[in-house]
């Protein structure tokens, strides 16, 4: 009994001693952080008030594929929940860092980006939050939004602004009882719309958002964790819901469509046949020929392609869906087919399920499940080091419609093997990364028929002492003739390494000349993309390697796909293009890299990839001549999936881009 007395007195006595002082209990909370599903990391808020204000400290990190990302925030409000200051230090990507501070006094705020010291007038409404992380200032920022009467926009500091929107309510199933949750939107902070639910109370429990590498991250309130792969699979279903509600439905006369004037780029047989007209009938391409000699069915919709190029849908070979939004940006430049290489299992089966189901809006997805080692480099929740882990992966795959299975950086030699083999034994190919402590050589013979990167073919060549190949050494003979021999298809990527190596004071808009157009937080992430002068020039040897090998690679009769890995959204497959005719490979030959080649690789030639009759109505009509000039590729006008017309410009609206 003296013990519980002397444990309930205690409380009191620490309140006693500090109540000049107006003190109130700290309270706490903690986020377990998921990239790819795997817990990562987490982070940890405190919570101290007195009479004057409210001090939250923040303790975030993750460890990313071996790479730690720590940082610390402090932010400090009124009892009214007035902010007064944010400092925030540290990561917030494996390659990007943050150092900024704000306080802020009446109408004034003196703010601190890195080395830039200013003075800022601001206005009523106005937060200071720094990007998607720390998740503990979003949670106060939503419940700043609730106590303003749920204003239309806030203005966020040191710049920018967010829209919050309530998007509904959602019960689930927690612990045999009802957990009943208040779903809304968050736009600003991110590229495109980060989704978070919370209790009535406003607390966050769970924030689905995008780190500043753009890759998906997850924060969930510890108590809830089993709950991820619920709130994963509905991210996806509600992000891809926005889309589908602001796009109007395609009509009844939209079921007959006649394209006429335009020149037709016949991937099949490398001509362009100009004058021609292209018939569609419910999503299929019915007709296609000479003007003149092709009948245009009464009421057909007519669009007039005079001077313009119609191209096949164009196909990105290496994506990562990380959000809703990538459904939109593909499309607005003419992407019918992705390749996703990798991603959650919930997650790309609902986007997936939307787009499919006429629910979302986005391309068709080919899904390649991606298995990983365990290991401190390891990536997601499937991995295998076992045969028997190696079977169940592969298998689970194939039973949930993936068609190609995707090797990551730490599988172990044997179990590269144990893969391919299940792989091939239940109809799927194999593609990936070469795994750590293997060859491209020895990834092929265990059965890979796919790799991803030309980092891959790069490190089995001769390299001179500058790092740059030497293509006249019998190593760099054997590599290309073994990579030939055993028809191993490569995506070289080149577009990732570009922006990688580039120097980072360069003039971005020569890669991306649409670049302004982007959102805010897009241009932020990207811009900072690369390399200091002196560390880009050491490089340079090694991606002018790259950009030759793909040249070599294909007059040696390795077949080539287009595929990006990201980075700007829709708009890197046309730069990936433009890096093949920079590398020497014609306007035609580059095109058919991301038309009909991929369908081939994919075994889906028979039915798109090029503008045949029979085949699915994925087209894009471009104002230009790619054929004379590459980059004339971006002037999409009309994009047609599936039968179905998409305006490009009302597409880029939707996700942010001004046009």
């Known amino acids: ?28 909370g903690t986020f377990f952080l998921h990239k790819f599903e795997q817990h990562i990391g987490k982070e940890t808020y405190h919570i101290s008030k007195t009479g004057k204000e409210i001090t939250y400290k923040v303790d975030f990190k993750f460890v990313d594929r071996g790479s730690p990302v720590p940082l610390k925030a402090t932010l400090k409000l009124t009892p009214a929940l007035e902010p007064l200051a944010l400092v925030i230090k540290g990561n917030t990507s494996r390659s990007s860092t943050i150092d900024d501070s704000v306080s802020i006094t009446g109408n004034q705020a003196h703010i601190r980006v890195n080395d830039s010291v200013y003075t800022k007038k601001i206005t009523p409404l106005t937060f200071p939050v720094a990007g ?17 009467k749920q204003p239309a926009i806030i203005t966020t500091l040191p710049f920018g602004a967010v829209q919050i929107k309530k998007d509904g309510d959602d019960a689930l199933n927690f612990e045999g009882k009802p957990l009943l949750l208040d779903r809304f939107t968050i736009s600003g902070l991110i590229w495109g719309n980060e989704i978070l639910w919370a209790d009535h109370e406003g607390r966050l429990i769970c924030l689905i958002t995008n780190d500043a590498e753009a890759d998906k991250l997850e924060m969930m309130r510890e108590q809830y964790e089993a709950l991820l792969p619920e709130f994963i699979s509905k991210a996806a279903t509600y992000g891809m819901q926005i889309f589908a509600k602001a796009t109007p439905k395609a009509t009844a006369a939209d079921n007959v469509i006649a394209i006429t004037g335009g020149t037709v780029i016949d991937v099949v047989n490398s001509v362009a046949v100009p004058n021609s007209v292209v018939v569609i009938e419910n999503g299929l391409i019915k007709k296609v020929g000479k003007a003149g000699e ?6 057909a919709k007519i669009i007039d392609a005079k001077g313009k190029t119609i191209l096949p849908g164009l196909w990105d070979m290496h994506a990562h869906f990380e959000q809703a939004e990538w459904g939109p940006a593909y499309l607005a430049v003419g992407v019918t087919t992705v390749r996703d290489c990798g991603n959650e299992f919930g997650y790309i089966n609902a986007i997936q399920s939307a787009i499919d189901n006429g629910k979302g809006i986005g391309p ?4 390649a499940g991606i298995i990983d080692g365990k290991g401190p480099y390891a990536l997601g929740i499937i991995q295998a080091d076992t045969k028997e882990e190696a079977i169940k992966a592969v298998d689970r795959y194939k039973e949930n419609g993936f068609i190609q299975i995707k090797i990551y950086s730490s599988v172990k030699p044997a179990i590269v093997k144990a893969i391919c083999d299940e792989a091939h034994r239940v109809g799927l190919t194999v593609t990936g990364h070469i795994p750590n402590g293997m060859t491209l050589m020895q990834g092929v013979d265990s059965g890979m028929n796919m790799v991803n990167h030309v980092q891959y073919v790069y490190t089995v060549m001769k390299r001179n002492k500058d790092r740059s190949i030497n293509f006249e050494d019998t190593t760099s003979i054997k590599a290309i003739k073994f990579i030939k021999d055993h028809n191993v298809v490569i995506d070289p990527t080149l577009g990732v390494f570009e922006m990688s190596f580039r120097p980072v004071k360069d003039d971005i808009t020569v890669i991306e000349p649409n670049f302004y157009s982007f959102p805010l937080p897009l241009q932020s992430i990207l811009k900072n993309t690369g390399e200091d002068a002196a560390t880009a020039a050491r490089l340079k040897p090694i991606y ?43 306007p035609m030959q580059a095109i058919k890299t991301a038309t009909i080649t991929p369908a081939q690789v994919m075994k889906m030639d028979k039915e798109t990839g090029s503008i045949e009759m029979g085949k699915n109505a994925d087209l894009v009509i471009i104002d230009g001549d790619p054929l004379s000039n590459i980059r004339d590729i971006r002037k999409v006008s009309v994009v047609i999936k599936s039968g179905r017309i998409y305006d490009p410009v009302k597409l880029h609206h939707l996700v942010g881009f001004s046009k």
């Not at 998607?132 to 303003?148: C, D, M």
């Not at 092709?294 to 009421?299: E, H, L, Q, R, W």
Request: hydrophobic share 45%.
């Open 294 to 299: 092709v009948k245009i069915p009464a009421g």
């Open 364 to 367: 068709k997805i080919l899904k």
């Open 132 to 148: 998607y992380s720390p998740g503990t200032v979003q949670q106060v920022l939503l419940q700043y939004w609730k106590n303003h």
């Open 544 to 586: 002018d390697a790259m950009v030759k090998i793909v040249k070599v690679l294909y007059d040696n009769g390795v077949t080539i796909v287009a595929g990006t890995d990201q980075m700007f959204p829709g708009y890197s497959i046309d730069r990936e293009m433009e890096l093949y005719v920079q590398a020497g490979l014609t």
């Open 1 to 28: 009994m003296k013990k519980q007395l002397l444990f309930l007195c205690l409380p009191l006595l620490a309140l006693t001693a500090k109540a000049q002082q107006n003190t109130i209990q700290a309270d706490s």
